[in-house]
């Protein structure tokens, strides 16, 4: 009986440090978990200032936007910059080798991995809704990079577009218990002359916020009232 | 009691949380004019607490004639998190609305602001969606 106690406790007193890499991936490396809010950018320009620095076919493509070809208007993915930009909040899901994004905002994730890998060679030929990120802790700053996001999504709710060719550096800090400054560099040849960068911040939710489940498809009635002008890709 | 102060209780939630925005999937300009505000006083018909947006049908007299509005919220998880819940209206409750018409002339309402008959606002926040009064 005395052993099987004693077995118990060895069992416990090892699986305890086990769980606590799992959350944090490492004990040298801040712990990102938790339930954190958005800071709503419906437009990224107003956050940097001026708009971006188009390129003459990113400058056409802006004078051009029409709010009703918005994709999340027809409950496609929102793209990794919008997920971080929209009024909806995300949990962080932080283990030693992958860090997930859940976002309630279509109910979309994203995968971080931190376990060296290079990006899939054929990413760019097959670009996905939400990219290929890997991530890498520098000092106590997770730096994420991202290619391979197709043009179907827009960079926010104003309508500012990319092409296939963004690539998207982030930086994120924890200011304290409660912040996290999120840093994003846009770089699309395409559709921009130079890489430009904004910060945000991550605020904390309450011990009781949960991520819920966002079924957009469930009644998305506003697609049958979107109106306006067309401006179809090419 | 513990009923009043519950009930005490979720107001003030709401009250504290009443600056915090509501979700919106698209921009107020993909859907609603804001050259086409409107305002009317009415009775529930239905309620749609349903994602993307929550709807709220409402019956109003329209000179004389009675025009059911699809009156169009926040999306439900943002109003949970603020203290509202799909039975915070029902159908028979009147209701005030202030907010504008869809631009494809339908009976599309994008509702700023819904107010009881004692004066209390429901669904209370920002509509974060690039439309009037919402924050840039």
């Known amino acids: 009986m005395k052993g099987s106690i004693l077995?118990?406790?060895?069992?416990?007193?090892?699986?305890?440090?086990?769980?606590?890499?799992a959350q944090t991936g490492s004990s040298n490396h801040?712990?990102?978990?938790?339930?954190?809010?958005?800071?709503?950018?419906p437009n990224l320009a107003q956050a940097l200032g001026h708009e971006p620095p188009y390129t003459p076919y990113g400058l056409q493509r802006w004078k051009g936007v029409d709010t009703k070809d918005d994709p999340t208007g027809r409950c496609l993915p929102v793209g990794p910059s919008r997920a971080f930009t929209a009024p909806m909040p995300f949990q962080l899901v932080q283990g030693p080798n992958?860090?997930?994004?859940?976002?309630?905002?279509?109910?979309?994730y994203r995968l971080i991995y931190m376990d060296?890998?290079?990006?899939p060679p054929d990413i760019m030929e097959y670009p996905e809704f939400m990219g290929?990120?890997?991530?890498?802790w520098e000092g106590d700053t997770l730096v994420i990079d991202t290619v391979g996001i197709n043009d179907r999504s827009w960079l926010d709710t104003t309508g500012h577009e990319h092409s296939a060719k963004l690539h998207l550096i982030e930086r994120l800090q924890k200011v304290d218990e409660n912040h996290?400054?999120?840093t994003v560099t846009y770089d699309d040849p395409v559709f921009f002359t130079e890489p430009w960068s904004i910060t945000r911040n991550f605020t904390r939710g309450k011990p009781t916020d949960r991520i819920m489940a966002y079924s957009c498809e469930e009644n998305n009635r506003d697609v049958e009232h979107l109106t306006g002008g067309t401006n179809k890709k090419p | 009691m513990?009923?009043?102060?519950?009930a005490v209780s979720g107001l003030c939630t709401g009250l504290l949380l009443a600056a915090i925005p509501l979700a919106a999937h698209h921009s107020f300009a993909a859907e609603y004019d804001n050259n086409k505000p409107i305002k009317f006083s009415g009775k529930v018909t239905k309620v749609e607490w349903m994602n993307p947006h929550i709807y709220v049908y409402v019956d109003a007299n329209d000179n004389g004639k009675t025009v059911n509005y699809a009156v169009e919220g926040g999306a439900p998880n943002g109003l949970y998190r603020q203290g509202w819940r799909k039975d915070t209206l029902k159908a028979g409750d009147p209701i005030s609305i202030e907010g504008f018409l869809a631009k494809d002339g339908s009976n599309t309402v994008n509702a700023r602001t819904w107010v009881l008959p004692d004066g209390k606002k429901v669904f209370a926040g920002n509509n974060e969606d690039g439309g009037p009064a919402a924050k840039p």
């Open chain 1, 116 to 119: 060296g890998r290079q990006h």
């Open chain 1, 7 to 21: 077995l118990f406790c060895v069992g416990a007193i090892a699986f305890v440090p086990t769980l606590v890499f």
């Open chain 1, 98 to 108: 992958v860090m997930a994004f859940l976002y309630e905002y279509q109910t979309i």
């Open chain 1, 30 to 41: 801040p712990d990102l978990n938790g339930f954190w809010n958005n800071q709503y950018t």
């Open chain 1, 132 to 136: 290929h990120s890997t991530g890498r």
């Open chain 2, 2 to 6: 513990r009923r009043y102060l519950l």
């Open chain 1, 180 to 182: 996290l400054k999120w």
